[in-house]
Protein backbone atom coordinates (compact mmCIF):
# COMPACT_ATOMS: atom_id res chain seq x y z
CA UNK A 1 0.00 0.00 0.00
CA UNK A 2 1.35 3.56 -1.04
CA UNK A 3 1.33 6.09 1.60
CA UNK A 4 -1.31 8.47 1.90
CA UNK A 5 -1.50 11.43 -0.65
CA UNK A 6 -2.67 14.61 0.59
CA UNK A 7 -4.61 16.72 -1.96
CA UNK A 8 -5.09 20.27 -1.15
CA UNK A 9 -8.17 22.39 -1.61
CA UNK A 10 -7.93 24.20 -4.93
CA UNK A 11 -5.15 22.40 -6.53
CA UNK A 12 -3.48 22.72 -9.31
CA UNK A 13 -0.71 22.11 -11.39
CA UNK A 14 -0.51 18.61 -10.19
CA UNK A 15 0.01 15.44 -12.12
CA UNK A 16 0.44 12.03 -10.43
CA UNK A 17 1.32 8.61 -12.11
CA UNK A 18 -0.08 5.40 -11.29
CA UNK A 19 0.68 1.97 -12.94
CA UNK A 20 -2.38 0.10 -13.35
CA UNK A 21 -1.18 -3.62 -12.32
CA UNK A 22 -3.91 -5.33 -14.15
CA UNK A 23 -4.46 -7.62 -17.17
CA UNK A 24 -5.67 -5.34 -20.11
CA UNK A 25 -8.41 -7.53 -20.66
CA UNK A 26 -9.62 -6.31 -16.68
CA UNK A 27 -8.26 -2.82 -17.53
CA UNK A 28 -11.83 -1.46 -19.00
CA UNK A 29 -14.25 -2.60 -16.47
CA UNK A 30 -11.78 -1.18 -13.48
CA UNK A 31 -11.93 2.62 -14.95
CA UNK A 32 -15.32 2.37 -16.23
CA UNK A 33 -17.30 5.16 -14.15
CA UNK A 34 -20.19 3.51 -12.47
CA UNK A 35 -21.97 3.71 -8.93
CA UNK A 36 -19.00 1.40 -7.41
CA UNK A 37 -16.16 2.72 -9.53
CA UNK A 38 -12.91 0.33 -9.15
CA UNK A 39 -10.37 3.13 -10.26
CA UNK A 40 -11.88 5.57 -7.43
CA UNK A 41 -12.41 3.08 -4.70
CA UNK A 42 -8.66 1.66 -5.33
CA UNK A 43 -7.32 5.52 -4.76
CA UNK A 44 -9.26 6.21 -2.36
CA UNK A 45 -10.67 9.14 -2.92
CA UNK A 46 -13.93 11.33 -2.07
CA UNK A 47 -13.53 12.92 -5.18
CA UNK A 48 -12.63 12.05 -8.60
CA UNK A 49 -14.07 13.59 -11.86
CA UNK A 50 -14.43 10.70 -14.86
CA UNK A 51 -14.06 13.09 -17.24
CA UNK A 52 -10.23 14.24 -16.71
CA UNK A 53 -9.18 11.27 -15.34
CA UNK A 54 -7.07 9.03 -18.04
CA UNK A 55 -6.40 5.19 -18.19
CA UNK A 56 -4.42 3.70 -21.20
CA UNK A 57 -2.09 1.66 -22.18
CA UNK A 58 1.78 2.54 -22.56
CA UNK A 59 2.04 1.15 -26.05
CA UNK A 60 -0.58 3.58 -27.23
CA UNK A 61 2.51 6.49 -26.85
CA UNK A 62 4.42 3.96 -29.46
CA UNK A 63 7.33 6.07 -30.53
CA UNK A 64 6.51 8.66 -27.53
CA UNK A 65 7.22 6.80 -24.71
CA UNK A 66 5.83 8.09 -21.47
CA UNK A 67 8.45 10.58 -19.95
CA UNK A 68 7.71 12.34 -23.55
CA UNK A 69 4.26 12.60 -23.06
CA UNK A 70 3.89 13.82 -19.60
CA UNK A 71 6.95 16.42 -20.17
CA UNK A 72 5.22 17.60 -24.17
CA UNK A 73 1.55 16.80 -23.66
CA UNK A 74 1.06 17.18 -20.00
CA UNK A 75 3.30 20.27 -19.63
CA UNK A 76 5.38 18.75 -17.03
CA UNK A 77 8.30 20.47 -15.38
CA UNK A 78 11.52 18.75 -16.94
CA UNK A 79 13.48 19.65 -13.71
CA UNK A 80 10.57 17.25 -11.58
CA UNK A 81 10.67 14.64 -14.01
CA UNK A 82 14.39 14.25 -14.48
CA UNK A 83 14.86 12.10 -12.02
CA UNK A 84 12.40 9.21 -12.87
CA UNK A 85 12.97 9.44 -16.82
CA UNK A 86 14.35 6.24 -16.80
CA UNK A 87 11.90 4.78 -14.72
CA UNK A 88 9.07 5.97 -16.49
CA UNK A 89 10.02 5.01 -19.97
CA UNK A 90 10.55 1.36 -18.35
CA UNK A 91 6.97 1.05 -17.21
CA UNK A 92 4.84 -1.07 -19.52
CA UNK A 93 1.13 -2.09 -19.00
CA UNK A 94 -1.37 0.17 -18.51
CA UNK A 95 -1.38 3.77 -16.05
CA UNK A 96 -3.78 6.18 -14.59
CA UNK A 97 -2.49 10.00 -14.85
CA UNK A 98 -4.41 12.19 -12.77
CA UNK A 99 -4.15 16.01 -13.33
CA UNK A 100 -5.46 18.60 -10.59
CA UNK A 101 -8.56 18.91 -12.21
CA UNK A 102 -9.20 15.00 -11.55
CA UNK A 103 -9.85 15.61 -8.02
CA UNK A 104 -12.16 18.06 -8.53
CA UNK A 105 -10.71 20.77 -6.35
CA UNK A 106 -11.56 19.14 -3.61
CA UNK A 107 -9.41 18.56 -0.26
CA UNK A 108 -9.04 14.76 0.36
CA UNK A 109 -6.30 12.28 1.40
CA UNK A 110 -5.54 9.81 -1.16
CA UNK A 111 -5.11 6.25 0.39
CA UNK A 112 -4.09 4.02 -3.41
CA UNK A 113 -4.04 0.12 -2.61
CA UNK A 114 -3.42 -2.52 -5.52
CA UNK A 115 -3.50 -2.42 -8.61
CA UNK A 116 -2.46 0.99 -8.22
CA UNK A 117 1.30 1.67 -7.45
CA UNK A 118 2.66 5.79 -7.26
CA UNK A 119 4.96 6.44 -10.01
CA UNK A 120 5.28 9.96 -9.13
CA UNK A 121 4.10 13.18 -8.65
CA UNK A 122 4.75 16.32 -11.06
CA UNK A 123 4.65 19.96 -11.07
CA UNK A 124 3.18 21.50 -14.46
CA UNK A 125 5.50 24.19 -16.33
CA UNK A 126 4.13 27.86 -14.70
CA UNK A 127 4.13 29.15 -17.94
CA UNK A 128 3.53 33.33 -17.53
CA UNK A 129 1.38 34.22 -20.27
CA UNK A 130 2.92 36.36 -23.09
CA UNK A 131 0.62 38.41 -25.85
CA UNK A 132 3.43 38.67 -28.96
CA UNK A 133 2.95 41.26 -32.10
CA UNK A 134 1.02 39.47 -34.65
CA UNK A 135 3.36 38.82 -37.64
CA UNK A 136 3.56 41.82 -39.93
CA UNK A 137 0.47 42.47 -41.92
CA UNK A 138 -1.14 39.74 -39.79
CA UNK A 139 -3.75 42.06 -38.22
CA UNK A 140 -4.24 44.28 -41.37
CA UNK A 141 -8.21 44.26 -42.14
CA UNK A 142 -10.29 46.48 -43.88
CA UNK A 143 -10.08 49.51 -42.04
CA UNK A 144 -5.98 49.28 -42.48
CA UNK A 145 -5.21 52.03 -40.38
CA UNK A 146 -7.35 54.17 -41.40
CA UNK A 147 -9.87 55.88 -39.19
CA UNK A 148 -12.91 54.84 -37.66
CA UNK A 149 -16.03 55.67 -40.17
CA UNK A 150 -18.21 57.89 -38.74
CA UNK A 151 -21.82 57.19 -37.42
CA UNK A 152 -24.83 59.37 -37.87
CA UNK A 153 -25.65 61.34 -34.44
CA UNK A 154 -29.21 59.18 -33.47
CA UNK A 155 -31.27 62.61 -33.46
CA UNK A 156 -30.48 62.52 -37.61
CA UNK A 157 -31.41 59.05 -38.34
CA UNK A 158 -34.45 59.11 -36.58
CA UNK A 159 -34.91 62.38 -38.98
CA UNK A 160 -34.03 61.42 -42.20
CA UNK A 161 -35.80 58.15 -41.53
CA UNK A 162 -39.17 60.17 -41.15
CA UNK A 163 -38.46 62.39 -44.64
CA UNK A 164 -37.94 59.17 -46.01
CA UNK A 165 -41.23 57.82 -45.45
CA UNK A 166 -43.02 61.34 -46.13
CA UNK A 167 -41.42 61.38 -49.68
CA UNK A 168 -42.39 57.65 -50.37
CA UNK A 169 -45.82 58.61 -49.52
CA UNK A 170 -45.87 61.93 -51.24
CA UNK A 171 -44.47 59.80 -53.94
CA UNK A 172 -46.76 56.63 -54.00
CA UNK A 173 -50.40 59.31 -53.40
CA UNK A 174 -48.89 61.46 -56.64
CA UNK A 175 -48.76 58.04 -58.54
CA UNK A 176 -52.50 56.14 -57.21
CA UNK A 177 -53.79 59.98 -57.47
CA UNK A 178 -54.11 60.20 -54.26
CA UNK A 179 -57.04 61.36 -52.86
CA UNK A 180 -59.01 61.84 -55.98
Known sequence: MTDAIPVRQGEHGIVRVFALGLPAADVED???????WPLKHALGASVLVPERVQVFAISDLDGVGLHDYLLDGMGVDPVALAPDA???????????????????GAMQTLHPR??????GTYAELDMPVTFE???A???????????????????????AAVLTILIVAAVWLGLTGGGK
Open 30 to 36: FAAHGPD
Open 114 to 119: PPLRLV
Open 86 to 104: AALDALDGHVVVLTSAALG
Open 133 to 135: PLP
Open 137 to 159: GGADGVTGGRAAPQVMPRGLGVL
